[in-house]
């Protein structure tokens, strides 16, 4: 099939996308990597009267690592699990973003799109979730920095983005002194999309675990798992502790049934990745890297 018939605009500035937004409002749709968005135009999924193309706008393409980590909303996938500045920051990003589908997918595909269009099977959103993350939003009427929590809810295929705004930047926080990271997920074939996905980052005194952020994906849509958190903390690092944070993944995922597998299925899942990403992020505690 074709695409229906739009309106094509591609802005080579900031200021210019945000007047084409603020113009077109829900009519318009941001075509950034076009890895998702292209076959939804193309099977008619998505119909938009216009098309706004921001691949002209270099000044949203950047990684800086000063302090917290911030990256531009059309840097590239490849660019950055390439990138030393993200793996000296954050290494559990390098290792989730070689599980985005195939090469040629991360060479087209961007950040902020991924975030953008919210699939609950990305590996993104949760992990940037356990990562504490924050995105800015910008419209003509100034910007505003928001949580990934709140940019993600409990949407699918969507955000809490306004029609005017565009999403340019996503910044994460620095890791602590002693924290470990653990980065899991299954799918049918490396490049398909995930059953399921676990994101571990734990910090630790000694054997015992300080603080500890869980993001799971696959399910309905991404989420923290609040009571997996709150098994470990206090606890100590070991078999015991993952086991029980484990079941407790199991029943803070939103799981669902598809032709890929059954809701039940997808919580076993989340639970043994849960104990498998908690291993790895014990295992490698300390290096001061998240």
Do not use: C, W
């Amino acid at each position: 099939m074709k695409p229906a018939v739009f309106a094509y605009s591609a802005p080579e500035s900031l200021a210019e996308a945000l007047d084409v937004l603020a113009e077109h409002g829900s009519e318009a749709k941001i075509l950034a990597g076009g890895q998702s968005l292209v076959p939804m135009l193309n099977f008619r999924l998505a119909r938009p009267a216009h098309l706004v193309d921001i691949n002209g706008i270099d000044s949203l393409s950047y990684i800086s690592a000063n302090g917290s980590l911030r990256i531009g909303a059309m840097t590239r996938l490849t660019a950055v699990g390439e990138s030393a500045e993200v793996a000296g920051a954050h290494p559990v990003i390098t290792k989730a973003v070689s599980y985005i589908g195939h090469r040629a997918i991360r060479n087209r595909g961007t950040v902020g799109g991924s975030l953008a269009h919210n699939d609950p099977a990305a590996e993104l959103p949760a992990l940037l979730m356990a990562l504490d993350a924050e995105v800015t939003a910008q419209s003509t009427g100034g910007e505003r920095v928001v949580g990934m929590q709140d940019l993600i809810e409990d949407r699918l295929f969507d955000t809490t983005l306004a029609d005017t705004e565009l999403l340019t930047e996503v910044r994460i926080p620095a890791a602590g002194g002693s924290s470990g990271f653990g980065f899991q997920e299954f799918a049918r074939r490396h490049g398909d999309f995930a059953l399921a996905g676990v994101a571990a980052l734990i910090s630790t005194d000694g054997s015992t675990i300080t603080h500890a952020a869980l993001g799971a994906f696959g399910g309905t849509h991404a989420t923290r798992l609040p009571s997996a958190e709150a098994a470990l903390v206090g606890a100590d690092a070991g078999e015991g502790a993952f086991a029980a944070a484990g079941a407790a993944a199991a029943g803070d995922f939103p799981t669902t049934s598809d032709v890929h597998g059954t809701a039940e299925y997808r919580s076993h899942l989340v639970n043994v990745l849960t104990v498998r990403a908690l291993a790895e992020a014990a295992g490698n505690a300390g290096g001061g890297n998240g």
